[in-house]
Every structure is written in structure tokens, then in C-alpha cells.
């Protein structure tokens, strides 16, 4: 055919974009991925490492054969290298030659990359884990040498060569995390398991930044009752290496940590380079702008998942917000488009759970004071706790919730949840009630389900509403 849809990127909005176009047209459909790994669970890879996932293949959702099955052209370790909006062509490079493809509809979905803002993340035994392989080879450092096959490891898609020399290795007795959001926390966890010395480097002087005040400070307490040693407002300056180019130390100042295992995670940005020298528009936050529907401003070429921006539920601003049920929706609501059913790719809340040992963490909308008042809000917040069953009922524990609105209208902004008995899934009653813009006071008189194995009469987010309710009508 002479139109085709060309997917670059075979990932979360790469593929749900690719199997929504072939299953609702008659199209050619080809995806370009550069790497070996497809279709596959990134926010899994820190329970890999843990050894509570034990097979790495099992964090993929389509295997190639599957995407054959799906009428998709998946042409894996193909990169593109450039795209010429005016033609409708791509270029691509393969391991032996390069070449142009045409297309009819164009999609970009490169994703995001792991930031490494200070010398010595390339030394052998630090990570960012922003891929598989670097998963596979932290967990093969974890094992006893001799024991990982590199071979067996991902059925063939791994890094063989990275995880054999990390096999090798005499395990560590130290890790050191740098940076306190989603990932340090999670893989805090997973050190521990090994019964490692965990040490987590944070620049600011909370945990979870983006959870507010309550979530970041349960989560530090966890954290220290669990062995880990945070170093709170204190940033890393470099990786120190030896000269086999093994990490030997993190620096911080005129400090240092003797460490062999270091896990970076200090944030992502968004892979909009190849957008950007196509002279394609990018948004402020980097990422690349598009309209309700994913379409850039070079026609016929869309943009989705951790690569592009997308309007936000409470502001309606456009933002950028690297999930994985964003990057999915967004993903097959352009393959819907582009198979000829125009649908837009909705909007994002920020709405995020994350797990610290038994802390179960979620947030959704805006938390953050400055950043309320920076959109042209007036915010007020309460932090409530509750218990999350009732009292007499066993399992019943401390949930604590905090939400955030806007002084003059009433509208909630944003929340947080923290607690150890089924808390985080209780921030998908604020996510929606973020999406249909409703007032604390409309919160406050949602019917929510009430049991004594499942609930209190007053589950903990209306007696937040409640709460905070009560303080908007005293002004």
C-alpha cells in the first residue's frame, strides 16, 4: 500500500498505537524499534531485581511472534535517524544498510531517557534501570557468581555481554540509590531483600517530591525502620571509578561512600530529539506538543506516550506525564485515529501509586501550593488519617489523606494516600473525581461503598472532603 502507518517506538504507545490501527484497517502498519525489547513493563524491572518477579521475559507483554500474529511489520534494531515531513519519509538505520521508508501517517513514540547529570554513570556497577537489560544485569550482580545463565536470561533479547561480566562478580554488600522518587524508593525495597547495607541519596529533603509532605515523610520513616539510611539534602556530585572502570565510591562534597552497586534515579526527560531536527514543536516541558488527538504541527504525524505532552484534567495546560496507562491511551487512541476513527487521547491527572516496603503510596492532580497558584489557583489543603476499615474489624489501619483545592471556587486540585491496608487504590476515587472537575463538596457527598472488611461508614477520603470542606466555608 502506498499509505502506510509508521511507528516509531515498540513499546507501551508504539504498540497499543500499531494493534488498534491493525485491528480496525486494512493499512500496512511497520514499527521501527532500535533496541531488541519490545512490548515490555519497565515499572516492573525494581521487582525483578527484588527476585519477586523471577523471569524477566514475563515483564513483556506481546512477544515478536504475537506482533506477527497482529499483522505488524516489527522491524527490531532498526533505528530512525531522521524524518523529513515534507517528503513523508523516514530514515532508517538497520545493523547493514540504511534507507528511506514512506508513510502515510507517522507516529512518534521514543519514549523517555534516564537524566545522568553527573560524571561516572557509565562505570561497570551503576545503573539508571531505565531499560531491561540494565535490570538483567543488576540482578545478575545480585546473584552468586556462577549461578545466571546470560544466555537464558530474556530468552535471547538481553544485554549478554553486560550480564555475563556482572555475573562474574562477587555479589555486593552495599548499594547506594540516588534519588528519592518512584524508583530509589522501590528499588530500597529490593536491595533490602538481599540484605544489603541500602544507603538513598536525596537532593531535597523529602521522599516522593511530588506525594506532598505526609506521603514523603511516612515513607522516610519506613524506610529507616527497614535498615535504609537516607542522606536527605544531600546531592551526589560524581561517581568515583577505579582504574578497571568499576564504580569505587559515590562523592558528595568532600565525602565519600565506598559502594561497587549504584542505582541512579534522579529523573527522566523526554526522547523528543528526533521531533525536535525535524523542526517538529515541541512544548515547554521538552516533550513534544500536540493537539487532542496526538497530531503534531507537521501534518499527518503524531506524537504519544513519554515522548509528548498532554492536557491536564485540572488545569487543561499542557503537560508531560510519563505513565504507563498514559502512553497506553494515548497510544491506541492515534491508532484508532489513524485507522479512521478520529479519538482523542484525553487527559492526564498525574494520578501515580508507588509501593515502600508495606506503604502504599498514590497521588493524583496538583499538591504542590506554588504550582497551584502558578495556574491562577488559591490553594487550601487538609491532611486528615482514618482508619481504613472499621475499628472493631481486624486489619483496620492508619490511612492518611491529603487534599488540596481551590479557595474561591471549591474545586479540588489534586491528593495523596498513604497507608499500609489497601491505601494507594483509594486515590482512584480523587483521580476521577480530579476528571469531573467536582467541588470538595460534591466529594464529600459521593456514595461510597461501606463494609466493616472493607471500609469504615466514613471512608478516609470523605473525611478528608469532610475536613476540608469545613475550612473552605470558614473563610
Not at 512490548?39 to 504475537?66: F, I, M
Not at 521508508?101 to 512518534?108: F, M, V, W
Not at 569505587?248 to 528526533?274: Q, Y
Not at 463538596?441 to 478528608?464: H, I, M, T
Amino acid at each position: 500500500m502506498s499509505d502506510p502507518f509508521v511507528v516509531v517506538g515498540g513499546d507501551a504507545a508504539g504498540l497499543s498505537a500499531a494493534s488498534k490501527c491493525a485491528r480496525e484497517s486494512d493499512r500496512d502498519v511497520v514499527v521501527f524499534e532500535r533496541g531488541r525489547w519490545v512490548s515490555y513493563a519497565h515499572c516492573g524491572t525494581p521487582y525483578y531485581v527484588k527476585a519477586e518477579v523471577d523471569d524477566l521475559l514475563s515483564l513483556t507483554s506481546l512477544s515478536p511472534d504475537e506482533i506477527d500474529e497482529r499483522g505488524i511489520d516489527l522491524r527490531r534494531d532498526h533505528e530512525v535517524t531522521g524524518i523529513d515531513v515534507d517528503a513523508g519519509t523516514v530514515t532508517v538505520r538497520s545493523r547493514s544498510r540504511e534507507f528511506e521508508q514512506p508513510y502515510g501517517d507517522l507516529l512518534i513514540a521514543t519514549g523517555a531517557t534516564a537524566d545522568a547529570p553527573f560524571e561516572g554513570t557509565d562505570l561497570e556497577g551503576a545503573f539508571t534501570l531505565h531499560h531491561m537489560d540494565s535490570a538483567a544485569a543488576m540482578r545478575a550482580f545480585l546473584e552468586e557468581p556462577g549461578t545466571v545463565d546470560p544466555a537464558s536470561v530474556g530468552d535471547g533479547f538481553a544485554d549478554e555481554a553486560l550480564v555475563a561480566r556482572h555475573a562474574e562478580r562477587d555479589p555486593p554488600e552495599r548499594a547506594v540509590i540516588v534519588g528519592g522518587g518512584y524508583v530509589g524508593v522501590e528499588l530500597a525495597e529490593a536491595f533490602s531483600a538481599w540484605d544489603l547495607d541500602v544507603h538513598l541519596f536525596q537532593r531535597g529533603e523529602r521522599l516522593l517530591k511530588p506525594f506532598g509532605d505526609a506521603v514523603g515523610e511516612t515513607v522516610a520513616d519506613e524506610l529507616r525502620e527497614r535498615g535504609v539510611t537516607l542522606h536527605l539534602d544531600t546531592p551526589v556530585e560524581r561517581l568515583r571509578g577505579t582504574d578497571d572502570g568499576e564504580l569505587a565510591a559515590v562523592v558528595c562534597g568532600n565525602e565519600e561512600l565506598e559502594t561497587p552497586l549504584a542505582a541512579v534515579g534522579v529523573g527522566v526527560r523526554p526522547a523528543s530529539d528526533l521531533a525536535a531536527e525535524a523542526g517538529i514543536d515541541l512544548g515547554a516541558s521538552g516533550a513534544v506538543a500536540v493537539d487532542e488527538y496526538g497530531e503534531t504541527a507537521a501534518e499527518s504525524v503524531y506524537a504519544a506516550g513519554d515522548c509528548a505532552e498532554d492536557a491536564h484534567a485540572v488545569t487543561g495546560d499542557q503537560a508531560w506525564v510519563p505513565l504507563g496507562l498514559t502512553a497506553n491511551r494515548a497510544g491506541r487512541a492515534v491508532g484508532a485515529t489513524v485507522a479512521g476513527d478520529p479519538t482523542p487521547v484525553g487527559t492526564v491527572a498525574g494520578t501515580a501509586v508507588v509501593k515502600a516496603f508495606e506503604q502504599e503510596c498514590g497521588r493524583a492532580g496538583i499538591l504542590d501550593h506554588d504550582d497551584a497558584r502558578e495556574t491562577g489557583f488559591e490553594p487550601v489543603s487538609e491532611t486528615i488519617t482514618a482508619g481504613s476499615r472499621s475499628g472493631y474489624y481486624p486489619g483496620n489501619a492508619d490511612t492518611t489523606v491529603t487534599l488540596c483545592a481551590d479557595r474561591g471556587s471549591g474545586r479540588l486540585l489534586g491528593g495523596s494516600v498513604v497507608g499500609t491496608d489497601r491505601a494507594a487504590v483509594r486515590i482512584d476515587t480523587v483521580s476521577t473525581a480530579l476528571e469531573a472537575g467536582m467541588t470538595v463538596g460534591e466529594v464529600e457527598r459521593l456514595d461510597l461503598a461501606y463494609a466493616p472488611p472493607f471500609s469504615p461508614v466514613w471512608d478516609p477520603v470523605l473525611v478528608a472532603a469532610k475536613v476540608l470542606n469545613g475550612t473552605l466555608d470558614e473563610e
